[in-house]
């Protein structure tokens, strides 16, 4: 007798296996008690500029918040430097390697603590608003998607290169919002689809 053949998806494995401390943190009972690689935590002792918060919230096409996501993050340091090979200009900030890791949460809540990123280079030698590189690994999908993190509060924005290329009414689902805190929270929600779906690009 023929039947319905199974469905299939990939994961939740990634905020399991790539970000434990974070698991644990809000799973008393996970088993998963070996150190992290990467942490959410990106501030280094020698990291000048203003330190931030960056909390979002991941959510799938129902607008129901995903609990097993690992998110990554790249940027550049406060003056705009990153901590690469390729980028053969001075660092002052030797020990900031600007790549971090969080899961999130059960309510879907990830957090990162770290140094606001200066204005980098872009094509043709303009500048680029400062801004912060995103992966978000999740259930069911075989390549992690990419994204960019804008801060609402620079006016640059308006003459950043890539932000220009998003239609201007889906810029917003790449911009985070202030808010009060010590030290300064953005709040940057992510959505995997539906109508509010974040922009995502291909890399």
């Not at 280079?121 to 994204?147: C, E, N, W």
Request: proline fraction near 7%; charged fraction near 20%.
């Amino acid at each position: 007798m023929s039947e319905i053949t199974p469905s299939q998806t990939v994961g939740p494995f990634f905020a399991y296996g790539l970000t434990p401390v974070g698991r644990c943190n809000w799973d008393p009972n996970g088993h998963y008690s070996w150190k992290n690689s990467v942490e959410s935590n990106l501030v280094t002792p020698d990291a000048s500029g203003t330190r931030i918060r960056i909390v979002g919230t991941v959510f799938d096409a129902d607008n129901a918040p995903i609990n097993d996501c690992m998110i990554e993050i790249w940027q550049a340091d406060a003056q705009g430097r990153y901590a690469a090979a390729r980028d053969t200009r001075a660092l002052p900030n030797s020990q900031f390697k600007g790549f971090g890791r969080s899961a999130t949460d059960k309510a879907g809540l990830f957090v990162f603590d770290t140094i606001k990123p200066g204005a980098v280079p872009g094509p043709g030698g303009k500048d680029q608003a400062p801004h912060i590189v995103v992966a978000i690994f999740s259930r069911g999908m075989l390549r992690q998607v990419y994204t960019r993190l804008y801060f609402s509060d620079e006016t640059v924005n308006a003459a950043d290169p890539v932000l220009n290329l998003v239609p201007a009414e889906r810029r917003g689902t790449l911009i985070a919002h202030k808010e009060a805190g010590d030290p300064p929270v953005y709040r940057f929600n992510v959505h995997m689809q539906g109508d509010n779906e974040t922009v995502f690009f291909e890399v």
